[in-house]
């Protein structure tokens, strides 16, 4: 398996270094006097200096003597210096985007996609550029410690025409979204402009624009603004330049063509053929050999041009479905296998085996949504998947349905319905038109409606409208699955380990709300979701903290344990003297206020052995991973050099990549590749090590790995399993929707904390 990984090269294990003590004052002296041939940073109590071109007479402060690896922080940052200065060196004509993490655009004409789209007038000002990424770590693999440049390879527009340009072009900008570019103070020409993007133009008037802001309207020079890059803004220029129907089809060549640079294959190449160009160098004669990159004070280091290859990973299995308590009724591939022999897996004890449920709809669309439910209940007789429809399929006595009309989807039509609606239904289906995704949050009747319903206790299931016009097996079958879930039930659960440990497996959700992305927007993060699932992957209960911003939730989130404790150790008869494991799944680390919560917890229930881990779950990091030997499946070979499903590497004792997404899974070649999530175990820090012992951490990372995969089976939205596990996916959902419902003037949360905490309403 191999990476986008590239080791750098360092051949000494210590090296000399000038230091100066810091003050702000002696920082900010250096680096205006002395900035042009050395780099200051700071670390600690220091600031450390490295002579990349200056005077070798010159001396500061002391030079001490520091261990390559064990003062790695101070390393790290010479090699990101020592890399910048050289890189300045080498290709003078690049003006870098970032110091860190390093980004560059190609400056090659071949890797701007547009240019042979354009007519002459925009080639080379509207661009859809490669863009260059490193990032520095530093791997620890079996205590052999080494640095490595991790590449990567993206795409970004640039528009180098500023807003004074296009408006005397006639371009209109009155309502276009503006970016300030800022020129950093004394770094011109060594780092492209900051740009932020501040607000809306409202009008102009002598070359000066007013743009409302966050902070009031403000006035700015044209000559300083550029227009947004979002692609309706980009199209609407290459529009007023040529015509609508040109910029049409401008962009549907584009789209043609980003195609084949998505795929894993052609990534790979890139990245390799820019790791050689960092790499080497020619001499006259075109032989290449290692660059050396060094300064004046003996600091050197070459870097591979050949990517790592990674032999530690382990096979994951595909878990078994458990379709009864007994575990004797199980499929070892496919779920709705199992569901179509056995019926779901609680069908003994599910209590609504006579559901009530209202179907609602549009008065004009009545006579295909009850054709929809007809073929929704009692299935479509031809079918492979859905044959015996959603009454059989999950072993239902009787559905009592009832169907009724609304001309409109405002809340006093919902009202009425409600009020003709002698019993309380355990569910709501509901036909809405696709353009209610267009609608802002609170004036959508998707959210009001969603509100209403949730308000009473009762889950919703939304189909389109072109859904009810148009449906096949598939669509019935995976709008089955979730309404059986939000009904309470459980369709199939995975094996549990033969252990005696009380496991419990803890998502905890995370959503961002503001107002717009414009500077100075105040960012409200609501957290506050915790789902609680047993080890099989049953799905105990969800709780609701208050809505907090993230550095404040650990703290909710123990009242929230407490209280999720309580309930638990009553159902599941817990006993004094028991292990309890809790594994939590978060988005992002925060500190060690994690690790402050637990220790409360611990000494709360002292009578339990409780063992816990953090684990963190993110698609955000640079990692890649690449099967040179895939080489594509079916017909149109889609997914080249893509890892199958399942394909993972240890990056190191506390780090695991998994690719959740392989070639099979990829609908066609055109959707290129797909990156693995990063499953990374938090560990105590600095005085969190001194108070949490090791017996109280969890840390079989193979265990964990394997259990989140397993878990990615679980979504109950579909019975394809998603890059997620169900615990971070759950939480999310939950979280992401109450982020909606709280701009609805008569939303009140505090009613999914009763008899909708068991059951799936947010599928």
């Known amino acids: 398996m191999s990476t986008n990984i590239f080791k750098i090269n360092i051949e000494f294990d210590e090296y000399e270094i000038a230091r100066i003590p810091y003050s702000d004052e002696e920082l900010t002296g250096l680096r205006k006097k002395y900035n042009s041939t050395h780099s200051f940073f700071r670390n600690r109590e220091f600031i450390y200096v490295s002579n990349k071109e200056g005077d070798e007479s010159l001396s500061f402060g002391e030079t001490c003597r520091l261990k390559t690896y064990d003062e790695s922080e101070i390393t790290s940052s010479l090699l990101k210096h020592i890399f910048f200065r050289t890189f300045k060196e080498r290709f003078q004509s690049i003006i870098p985007l970032d110091f860190y993490p390093f980004r560059i655009y190609s400056t090659q004409q071949k890797d701007d996609l547009m240019v042979d789209l354009l007519p002459d007038g925009l080639k080379g000002k509207l661009c859809y550029k490669k863009l260059i990424e490193l990032q520095l770590r530093l791997f620890r693999p079996d205590h052999n410690p080494f640095f490595a440049f991790i590449i990567n390879i993206d795409r970004n527009w640039t528009l180098s025409k500023t807003c004074l340009e296009i408006y005397r072009e006639g371009f209109d900008l009155i309502g276009k979204e503006v970016l300030h570019s800022i020129p950093l103070p004394g770094l011109q020409n060594v780092l492209a402009p900051d740009e932020e993007l501040i607000g809306v133009v409202i009008s102009i008037s002598e070359n000066n624009a007013e743009i409302q802001t966050n902070f009031g309207i403000k006035k700015y020079p044209l000559a300083e603004l550029f227009l947004r890059r979002s692609l309706v803004n980009l199209q609407d220029y290459v529009a007023h330049f040529?015509?609508?129907?040109?910029?049409?089809?401008i962009f549907e060549n584009l789209k043609l063509k980003r195609t084949e640079y998505l795929s894993a294959k052609t990534n790979y190449e890139e990245i390799i053929k820019v790791a050689d160009l960092f790499a080497t160098t020619q001499n006259e004669e075109g032989v290449k050999a290692p660059y050396l990159y060094m300064n004046k004070d003996g600091f050197c280091f070459t870097i591979s041009n050949t990517p790592l290859v990674f032999q530690n990973k382990f096979q994951l299995k595909t878990p078994t479905f458990i379709f009864d308590y007994a575990n004797n009724k199980t499929e070892n591939s496919n779920p709705d296998r199992?569901?179509?022999?056995?019926?779901?897996?609680?069908?003994?004890?599910?209590?609504?085996?006579?559901?009530?449920?209202?179907?609602?709809?549009?008065?004009?669309?009545?006579?295909?949504?009850?054709?929809?439910?007809?073929?929704?209940?009692?299935?479509?007789?031809?079918?492979?998947?859905?044959?015996?429809?959603?009454?059989?399929k999950y072993d239902l006595r009787d559905i009592n349905l009832k169907v009724m009309e609304l001309s409109n989807y405002s809340n006093v039509e919902i009202d009425k319905i409600l009020t003709l609606s002698i019993d309380k239904p355990n569910l709501v289906i509901i036909e809405i038109p696709s353009k209610f995704r267009k609608l802002k949050d609170v004036e959508n009747p998707y959210y009001l409606i969603k509100a209403k319903f949730l308000s009473l206790e009762i889950p919703v299931q939304f189909v389109l409208t072109d859904k009810v016009m148009s449906y096949d097996e598939y669509i019935l079958n995976t709008i089955g699955l979730q309404i059986y879930a939000k009904l309470g039930g459980t369709p199939w659960v995975l094996p549990t380990s033969r252990s005696v440990d009380r496991e419990l497996i803890i998502?905890?959700?995370?959503?961002?709300?503001?107002?717009?992305?414009?500077?100075?927007?105040?960012?409200?993060?609501?957290v506050g979701i915790s789902t609680f699932f047993s080890s099989d992957g049953q799905y105990i209960l969800s709780n609701k903290a208050n809505d907090v911003a993230y550095e404040n939730y650990f703290g909710e989130l123990?009242?929230?344990?407490?209280?999720?404790?309580?309930?638990?150790?009553?159902?599941?008869?817990?006993?004094?003297?028991?292990?309890?494991?809790?594994?939590?799944?978060?988005?992002?680390?925060?500190?060690?206020?994690?690790?402050?919560?637990?220790?409360?917890?611990?000494?709360?229930?002292?009578?339990?052995?409780?063992?816990?881990?953090?684990?963190?779950?993110?698609?955000?990091?640079?990692?890649?991973?690449?099967?040179l030997q895939q080489i594509g499946e079916g017909k149109?070979?889609?997914?080249?050099?893509?890892?199958?499903?399942?394909?993972n590497l240890f990056i190191d004792e506390s780090s695991?990549?998994?690719?959740?997404?392989?070639?099979?899974?990829?609908?066609?070649?055109?959707?290129?590749?797909?990156?693995?999530?990063?499953?990374?175990?938090?560990?105590?820090?600095?005085?969190?090590?001194?108070?949490?012992?090791?017996?109280?951490l969890f840390t079989d990372l193979s265990y964990i790995v394997q259990q989140i995969y397993s878990f990615t089976y679980l979504s109950w939205r579909s019975f394809l399993p998603a890059e997620q596990p169900a615990t971070m996916l759950y939480s999310n959902l939950i979280a992401e929707v109450l982020g909606k419902l709280r701009k609805i003037e008569s939303w009140n949360p505090s009613v999914l904390n009763f008899s909708l905490k068991r059951k799936k309403w947010f599928l």
């Open 558 to 627: 123990l009242n929230n344990l407490n209280d999720s404790f309580e309930k638990l150790r009553a159902e599941q008869a817990w006993k004094d003297g028991d292990t309890i494991r809790l594994i939590f799944h978060i988005f992002k680390p925060i500190k060690n206020i994690e690790f402050e919560v637990i220790c409360k917890l611990i000494e709360k229930y002292s009578q339990f052995r409780i063992q816990f881990a953090f684990v963190t779950i993110s698609k955000t990091h640079p990692y890649k991973i690449y099967d």
């Open 338 to 392: 199992g569901l179509n022999n056995y019926g779901p897996f609680d069908s003994y004890s599910f209590d609504a085996k006579q559901p009530n449920i209202i179907g609602i709809c549009h008065k004009n669309n009545r006579g295909h949504f009850t054709r929809f439910l007809s073929s929704l209940i009692e299935g479509l007789p031809n079918s492979k998947y859905f044959k015996n429809g959603f009454k059989k």
């Open 507 to 526: 998502g905890i959700g995370h959503t961002s709300i503001r107002n717009n992305s414009y500077k100075g927007n105040e960012q409200n993060r609501v």
């Open 656 to 696: 695991c990549v998994v690719q959740m997404l392989g070639a099979r899974e990829l609908k066609t070649s055109k959707h290129g590749s797909s990156s693995p999530i990063l499953i990374r175990l938090r560990l105590p820090q600095g005085e969190q090590n001194k108070v949490i012992s090791e017996n109280m």
């Open 242 to 249: 040529t015509t609508e129907e040109t910029s049409t089809k």
């Open 636 to 647: 149109f070979k889609k997914g080249i050099y893509l890892p199958i499903r399942g394909a």
